[in-house]
């Protein structure tokens, strides 16, 4: 079975920074598309950051464009969501993702989500 387990996540001040990883088993990592999600509560699910399963291709939310980036290591069947400059707003339960076909040109049919790690940024 196809397991994600999110971790890193927990309380920052404004302006912090923290790093999130998502630790892949049960499927040949290299072959999926991994993203990030967050929600935060009375919010819908939101698209963070997403990064191909070869690693070349990196697309992120207008929100945090600049400020967070997306790795992979597929050695580690790993992915991360480095995070910076941390605001308030980014308060949310983050969620990585997995998925080895496309819904689109662009986005990935995610069939594997992780548990979620709280991110909680303090004012």
């Known amino acids: 079975q196809v397991q994600l387990v999110e971790s890193g996540g927990g309380l920052v001040q404004a302006g912090g920074s923290l790093r999130l990883s998502c630790a892949a088993s049960?499927?040949?990592?290299?072959?999926?598309?991994m993203g990030w999600f967050r929600q935060a509560p009375g919010k819908e699910r939101e698209f963070v950051a997403a990064i191909s399963s070869g690693g070349r291709i990196m697309n992120y939310a207008d929100s945090v464009k600049g400020r967070f980036t997306i790795s992979r290591d597929n050695a580690k069947n790993t992915v991360y969501l480095q995070m910076s400059s941390l605001k308030p707003e980014d308060t949310a339960v983050y969620y990585c993702?997995?998925?080895?076909?496309?819904?689109?040109?662009?986005?990935?049919?995610?069939?594997?989500w992780g548990q979620g790690t709280q991110v909680t940024v303090s004012s």
């Open positions: 993702a997995g998925g080895e076909r496309r819904a689109s040109l662009t986005r990935v049919q995610y069939d594997y």
């Open positions: 049960g499927l040949t990592f290299s072959n999926y598309a």
